[in-house]
């Protein structure tokens, strides 16, 4: 049977057939769903969890490989950034069951921080890697991926990236495979990394690297595709093969990278010969172009090609056969970029208006964090400095406010986050600002939810991923067993409570944590939230005689408001508005009323 | 022959489920399908597209530069911004409506005028007050199921059964009111 699926979810189906038991996971955008459809579909075939972070959800999978199951991971390109500790161990002490890690990376930045290539992870972990095209290959290469694994002891990567995670396709569904635990025997000399057993282990790696040689280069998923007389040589891998065969046809040949560390290189060799010109199509990094450079292989890459952003069909037209696509140019000088917003009822939107109207004397040194609370850099918050990586603001924030006392700086510095990133990397900061004593205001937005990758469970909600009770994770508590004397929890919609706390935690010249409660407002509420929280919908209107056009109210960038040029009055697109009050508590006149 | 569709609009309006629909509607006529969307941070109210194309073997999951046969857009200024991304002689489908960004809410920028006759001048295009539509039904958020009638009408889709589609992906409440705002959709092309 076919199925339209998705490449996460084509993974999911992977992870499933190849009779793997344990998935842990942190979610990041394009990876997400991979776990989410493994904690839904497959939610009794599996133990599939969401791990605090990307590190604790490989380490998690690796104990479980050890003593002998099937596990699996994924991560956004970044989060392998924060897994890379135990991964490069992993490599050397190798698998007992089956593991498979996957990567999803993000040519064109769509949702992320940077556009790292992760392929050259495998070459620096030295561990195999293969990369998907479209759906039927994710599935089969995690299936191929546990078979690796298990025959060479090794974890294996699959590197994945934004257009295959979330790009539909036809899947072939097969049966799941059920397999025993393998035998766990101690063993010191092969699972711990004392410095003696690592020579050893550094030895055999470089071994496994000769005959993992062999099995690329016998690998289904390295081939070539001729077409007669076609004169261009095309190597590639991923999404760029479908850009390659859309923008040039049987005008080339191809030869497809499926096992793409180690490379194949004699296979490839044998095709680039048989071409005057090679080129090689690939985003982001010039990885394989590197790689075969190296071994004297002639071929055409990033002289041509662009390094930055994704490739497309057109420009592997353009750059390739010189033929530029037809297209209609308006004057779209004439539209701005639109930038996301904060949600209607959006919890965030209260701290930092009350915030950045107070960053405005250029006094207060704002530490972001990441999230959908990354936005709050830009107008008309402006009420965020800088945004870096997964618990940075607190840490951050610390190292600035050391800087400021040292310096004797006429500034405060403050740290933002939400509940997820908090139990991701901000608990360790803060025990540091406490231990280290810095005058850093540190601001949990409690949301309820892991929001910006679409509502997934924490250990703050009371939830697993597979939506079994747990225990809720209490941010007070943790705060004040972290050693944090000056702690208050407010609601963020009340303005008036937003900007009394602001204001005492901007004074303390000691550590201060302020935590603000309130539920997202796309988040499907759970019991707990109904009993906590006045969540019921209500509406504001405009009174129309009231208002002045003054525009406080849209400076909250609500997109419920709109504004009237010609009768130069705000008003209320209803369909959007769901009734957080924030426009009514700015408006000078009392303008915005409750209706219901 | 592969075609095309763009959907545009701005993120949280809907255009997931309606290419969603469109999907397993050609899927079951027995067309190759890939989607192709974009997750995370756009969704928050940003410029969002969503990308089918459908035919005998299809490639590339994205739509580049010039190559699309219909553009489908939720939002007048979207449409503009998308618009290089239409074949010249590829037709538009778009819904009547303004979501004012941030840069125009707070009035440092303002809603430009004059965009819909500029597309107008260049394509065949197709202007429908979806969202005025839906409201009318009384299911505000049935605009997306308008602009699906009215994409099915235009690729020529008009064979496959939308309503079996819908009675099997949808939920059973809105059913009514998504079928009523289907049919809206495709009387609003001839």
């Keep these: ?33 991979i776990l989410e459809t493994l904690a839904g579909r497959y939610k009794d075939d599996l133990d599939s969890e969401w791990s605090v972070n990307e590190k604790v959800a490989v380490e998690s999978a690796i104990g479980y490989s050890f003593v002998g199951g099937r596990s699996f991971s994924a991560m956004k390109q970044v989060g392998m950034n924060v897994a890379a500790d135990p991964l ?68 294996v990567m699959i590197r994945m990236t934004t257009r295959i995670c979330h790009s539909k396709s036809f899947v072939e569904l097969g049966e799941r495979t059920e397999v025993p635990k393998r035998e766990y025997k101690r063993d010191i000399w092969q699972y711990t990394t004392m410095p003696a057993v690592s020579k050893k282990l550094r030895h055999e790696i470089l071994e496994r690297l000769k005959v993992l040689a062999d099995e690329s280069a016998n690998s289904k998923y390295n081939y070539a595709v001729m077409n007669d007389g076609a004169k261009i040589g095309v190597v590639t891998s991923g999404i760029s093969y479908q850009y390659a ?19 194949p290189f004699e296979k490839i060799r044998e095709f680039t010969e048989k071409f005057d010109k090679v080129y090689v199509i690939e985003e982001s990094e010039p990885y394989l172009e590197f790689q075969l450079r190296t071994k004297g292989i002639n071929c055409i890459g990033r002289e041509v090609f662009p390094q930055e952003g994704e490739l497309s069909t057109s420009i592997i037209k353009e750059k390739v056969l010189g033929i530029k696509s037809e297209t209609i140019d308006l004057d779209t000088g004439k539209i701005k970029e639109r930038p996301p917003v904060f949600c209607a009822g959006c919890p965030h939107r209260g701290l930092f208006y009350e915030l950045g109207r107070r960053a405005k004397n250029g006094k207060i040194f704002i530490s972001g964090d990441i999230g959908c609370y990354g936005i709050a850099p830009l107008p008309p918050f402006s009420a965020t400095d800088t945004v870096l990586c997964m618990g940075e603001s607190v840490s951050g924030g610390h190292g600035a406010a050391k800087a400021f006392e040292h310096y004797g700086t006429d500034m405060k510095a403050v740290s933002v ?22 005058r850093d205001l540190v601001i949990i937005m409690d949301n309820r939810t892991t929001g910006m990758t679409g509502h997934q469970n924490n250990p703050g909600t009371g939830y697993t991923a597979r939506g079994e009770n747990a225990p809720a994770a209490d941010i007070t508590a943790i705060v004040k067993a972290l050693g944090v004397k000056n702690v208050r929890t407010i609601n963020p919609l009340d303005l008036q409570e937003v900007g009394a706390t602001l ?9 201060g944590v302020i935590i603000t409660r309130w539920p997202c407002a796309l988040k499907k509420f759970t019991e707990d939230d109904l009993q906590e929280f006045d969540v019921t919908r209500h509406l504001y209107q405009m009174d129309k005689e009231k208002c002045i056009g003054c525009k406080m109210c849209t400076k909250t960038a609500c997109p419920a408001l709109r504004f009237d040029t010609e009768a130069k009055k705000a008003w209320i697109y209803e369909p959007s508005c769901v009734g957080c009050g924030i426009c009514a508590q700015v408006c000078p006149k009392d303008a915005i009323v409750k209706v219901k | 022959m592969t075609k095309s569709i763009l959907l545009v609009g701005v993120g949280g309006q809907g255009t997931i489920l309606a290419s969603k629909l469109l999907t397993i509607g050609l899927g079951q006529e027995g067309y190759d399908v890939k989607m192709s969307e974009i997750h995370g941070m756009s969704q928050r109210g940003g410029s969002v597209t969503t990308q089918i194309r459908y035919g005998d073997k299809v490639n590339a999951p994205v739509i580049g530069p010039g190559e699309a046969d219909l553009i489908v857009s939720f939002e007048e200024e979207e ?29 440092e920028e303002t809603y430009p005028e004059g965009l819909i006759d500029e597309i107008k001048a260049k394509v065949e295009t197709t202007v429908i007050p979806a969202s005025a539509e839906a409201e009318k039904l009384g299911s505000p958020q049935s605009m997306n199921i308008v602009l699906l009638g009215a994409l099915v009408k235009a690729m020529g889709l008009t064979d496959i059964d939308w309503e079996k589609i819908m009675a099997e992906n949808t939920k059973a409440a809105f059913l009514e009111k998504n079928m009523q ?10």
């Design chain 1, 1 to 33: 049977m076919k199925e339209l699926m998705t490449g996460n979810e084509a993974i999911a189906r992977g992870v499933y057939e190849a009779g793997i038991t344990f998935a842990a996971a942190y979610p990041g955008t394009p990876s997400t769903e």
């Design chain 1, 88 to 155: 490069f161990s992993f490599a050397y002490t190798g698998a007992n069951g089956g593991f498979v890690v996957v990567t999803a990376d993000e040519p064109g930045i769509h949702s992320s921080q940077t556009e790292q290539d992760n392929r050259f992870y495998a070459g620096m972990m030295n561990i195999p890697m293969l990369e998907p095209a479209d759906g039927q290959e994710c599935k089969d290469m995690v299936i191929e991926g546990i078979r690796i694994s298990e025959k060479y002891r090794t974890p």
């Design chain 1, 245 to 263: 065969k859309d923008a040039l046809g049987d005008k080339a040949s191809y030869f497809k990278v499926g096992f793409s560390f180690p490379v």
């Design chain 1, 417 to 438: 986050l939400g509940d997820s990133t908090f139990f991701h990397s901000g608990m360790t900061g803060l025990l540091d600002i406490v231990y280290n004593n810095s």
């Design chain 1, 503 to 511: 204001d005492w935690g901007l004074a303390l010249e000691e550590p």
């Design chain 2, 79 to 107: 449409t503009y911004r998308w618009m290089k991304y239409l074949k010249p002689d590829g037709k538009v489908v778009l819904n009547k409506f303004r979501i004012p960004s941030s840069p125009i809410l707070t009035g």
């Design chain 2, 181 to 190: 705002a289907f049919r809206v959709g495709l009387e609003y092309l001839s």
